[in-house]
C-alpha cells in the first residue's frame, strides 16, 4: 500500500505542475492530460489498482513509470492507450498488452516468412530453436556455425520503435528466436555480454502460443515463473544477467508456433 500511494503521490506532483504551466501559458494542456490527471487524482483517493497501470500515451505526451522513476515524452500525433504492467523478481517488467492482437497476428505472419537459421554449439550441438539476428553482427566461442546477419526489416525497427520509448533507451541489434513447438525450448543461461552490453536492458516482444518465462537469482537460486503471452513485453533491467540466469523450458502440452523479439544493445554509448 505504501508503494501504490507513493505511485500515485509522485504522479499527482507532476500533473499539478504540468497544469500549473498550462496556466501560466508555458504549456497547454490537452483535454487527454485532463482526463488522465482526473483519472488518477480518483484512484489515488481511492487507493485503486493503479498500481500496474505504469504508462500512458496521448496525443502529444507519453508518461512512463517505470519502478519509481516516472518518464515525459513528446509524442505528437498517438493515439491515447493504456498500458498495464507488474513488477517482478529483479525489477522484471512486464507488460501484457503492448501490442494489440491483430497487430501482433500480423507481425508474427510477417517474421514467420523471414529466412531462419538454427544455431550449432560445440558442447550441444543443434539448437532446439531457429534464430534471426539483426543488427551488429557477433561472435561466440561456444558456437560451431558463424552467426548469420538478416538486414533490419521495416516491422523489425516499428517495433523497435516502440520498445525504446518505454523503455528508455536505444537498442542496436535483436536476436529473434522461433519456438516452433513446444519440444523447442532454450536452457538455463544469462546472455553474454558478446551479445549485448550488461548496463543496457533488454526487451523482449512475445508473438504467437504463449510459453512459460522463468528466471532465477544466481545467489540463492530464488526463482519466479511469467507466462509470456501474445503480444507482451517483458524487460530485464540493465544488470540483470549478472545477477540471474533465465529459460525457457520444453512443456507436456502442445502448443503452436512463437517468437520472441530481444532487443539489446551491443556498442557503446
Known amino acids: 500500500m505504501y508503494l501504490l500511494c507513493a505511485r500515485c503521490t509522485l504522479l499527482l506532483m507532476f500533473f499539478r505542475c504540468l497544469r500549473g504551466l498550462g496556466s501560466s501559458g508555458g504549456l497547454k494542456p490537452t483535454q487527454e492530460v485532463n482526463d488522465l490527471w482526473q483519472n488518477i487524482r480518483v484512484a489515488s483517493d481511492a487507493h485503486s489498482a493503479y498500481l500496474k497501470s505504469s504508462c500512458y500515451r496521448f496525443e502529444h505526451l507519453t508518461v512512463v513509470l517505470l519502478g519509481s522513476t516516472l518518464r515525459l515524452r513528446d509524442t505528437r500525433g498517438m493515439q491515447a492507450t493504456l498500458f498495464k ?4 523478481l529483479g525489477g522484471v517488467t512486464y507488460i501484457p498488452d503492448f501490442i494489440a492482437p491483430k497487430e501482433a497476428d500480423e507481425f508474427l505472419a510477417t517474421f514467420l516468412r523471414l529466412d531462419w537459421h538454427q544455431h550449432i554449439y560445440r558442447a550441444t550441438g543443434k539448437a532446439p530453436r531457429l534464430y534471426a539476428w539483426m543488427g551488429v553482427p557477433y561472435t561466440s566461442q561456444n558456437l560451431a556455425s558463424k552467426n548469420v ?18 523503455a528508455d533507451c536505444t537498442f542496436d541489434s535483436l536476436n529473434m528466436n522461433r519456438y516452433r513447438d513446444n519440444r523447442d525450448s532454450i536452457a538455463w543461461h544469462s546472455d553474454g555480454e558478446a551479445e549485448g552490453r550488461w548496463e543496457s536492458p533488454i526487451a523482449s516482444v512475445s508473438l504467437g502460443a504463449g510459453r ?13 515463473s511469467q507466462s509470456v503471452e501474445h503480444g507482451s513485453l517483458l524487460i530485464m533491467p540493465a544488470g540483470f544477467q549478472r545477477d540471474y540466469l ?22 557503446a554509448k
Open 85 to 88: 504492467h507488474e513488477t517482478l
Open 149 to 166: 546477419v538478416t538486414e533490419w526489416t521495416a516491422e523489425a525497427k516499428e517495433i523497435k520503435k516502440r520498445v525504446e520509448q518505454v
Open 212 to 224: 512459460k518465462f522463468q528466471w532465477r537469482r544466481k545467489k540463492d537460486s530464488a526463482t519466479y
Open 246 to 267: 533465465h529459460q525457457i523450458p520444453k512443456q507436456q502440452k502442445p502448443c503452436g508456433e512463437r517468437i520472441n523479439l530481444t532487443f539489446r544493445r551491443k556498442a
